[in-house]
């Protein structure tokens, strides 16, 4: 076997030690809480039973969506998206920046494209040979193209982006509440251990009242675990649901997509209701529910430039005078039509009045692009 594939193998191998470290936590963590608390330390069968049916139940759904945020296969970009033979063939020969581009120009024509990088170029995924879609980086760990990715998890071996980042939420709330219910509940037995210790120093107090010295350890190290994890975990939670409220990435927080106005963190905020949707889904009952329910294909998002019918523009013309949306940045709020593309065509699609607007027929299913308040 060749050297490079000995190293590859490794590092595959490597990179599944932060989830073992977890996974032996994490059963450590139920031996410890059903066996050394609930059997051998709690008297009590009335609280016994309300702790173990609690706690099977977060660390159901727990162990359900950190199951579902490794194992799910992180979405790639459809194949409309690759070039097409020939045109692959002629942008390796053309060794002209400006010529490439104008390649992938022409084979983004028709496709859902709103951002391009900082320069105004295309973008391009040389590894994967593809044009990236909107929010689609190229991951270095996996390899691959991944579509919405937020950032690469070594906690879950998996990139975390469009097909698993409702999972990757889930985990993160439902290890919060995992922690909080364990540390909360163990807290009075790990009272009862440090009151008798004192006692047992001071007056001497009877041996076998706290009986199990195990059980003593164990109850001593869940508190210390559940309450470390509970406050690393909080602050990512926290600026994860920051962010889905932003509708926005990791990697977008850090680099702002270039759209046709320039860059624009803000670009795919639709508003705070809306952004939720966009992650959790229209119905509310799945919200909680490791399954997915994203909305969108992974490709194509709506933009604060929001595609929508000429029926509905007519109405929120008269309901939502255009606003500008962002601090320096006002989009226009004519009609453009469908056969336009999007942010990649020259300049002059957005002269506020170009003949394309008469192209939308009152009836048709044209769309048309116009400026929502966020
Ligand atoms: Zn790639
Ligand atoms: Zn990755």
Redo the contacts with the bound molecule.
């Keep these: 076997m060749a050297p490079s594939h000995v190293l590859k193998c490794c590092q595959k191998v490597l990179a599944w030690v932060p989830v073992a470290f977890i996974a032996l936590v994490v059963a450590w963590s139920y031996y410890a809480y059903v066996v050394e608390l609930c059997v051998f330390t709690i008297s009590s069968t009335a609280e016994k039973a309300v702790y173990l049916v609690i706690f099977h139940l977060s660390f159901f759904m727990f162990v359900w969506s950190y199951w579902k945020t490794i194992f799910t296969s992180p979405a790639s970009p459809s194949k409309e998206f690759c070039l097409s033979k020939a045109d692959k063939e002629q942008y390796e020969k053309e060794e002209r920046p400006e010529y490439q581009q104008e390649i992938l120009r022409r084979a983004a024509k028709d496709l859902p494209i709103y951002t391009t990088t900082a320069s105004r170029a295309i973008r391009y ?1 040389d ?2 040979q ?1 044009i990236k879609p909107d929010r689609c980086h ?1 991951c270095s760990a996996c390899d ?2 991944v579509l919405k990715m937020d950032h690469h998890c070594p906690w879950v071996n998996n990139c975390v982006g469009f097909s698993n980042y409702k999972f990757f939420l889930l985990f993160l709330m439902y290890s919060l509440l995992y922690c909080l219910f364990v540390a909360a509940t163990v807290l009075q037995y790990f009272i009862k251990f440090w009151t008798l210790c004192h006692r047992k120093a001071a007056e001497n107090c009877p041996k076998n009242e706290f009986p199990y010295t195990r059980a003593k350890f164990h109850v001593l190290f869940l508190l210390f675990v559940a309450a470390m994890f509970f406050i690393s975990i909080l602050s990512l939670f926290s600026y994860h649901c920051w962010l889905v409220g932003k509708n926005r990435s990791t990697i977008e927080t850090f680099r702002a997509p270039t759209f046709r106005n320039g860059p624009d963190k803000n670009g795919f905020s639709l508003g705070c209701s809306k952004n939720l949707r966009e992650v959790f889904g229209d119905e509310k009952k799945y919200w909680l529910i490791p399954i997915f329910t994203s909305l969108g294909d992974g490709c194509n998002f709506p933009t604060r430039l929001v595609i929508m019918d000429p029926e509905q523009l007519a109405v929120s013309s008269q309901n939502e005078p255009a606003k500008s949306s962002g601090p320096n940045q006002s989009f226009p709020t004519r009609p453009l039509s469908e056969s336009q593309n999007q942010l990649l065509t020259s300049d002059s699609q957005w002269v506020e009045s170009g003949p394309e607007e008469e192209n939308v027929k009152s009836g048709a299913k044209k769309h048309i692009i116009v400026s929502l308040e966020s």
């Design positions: 995924c590894r994967c593809l190229h691959i193209c």
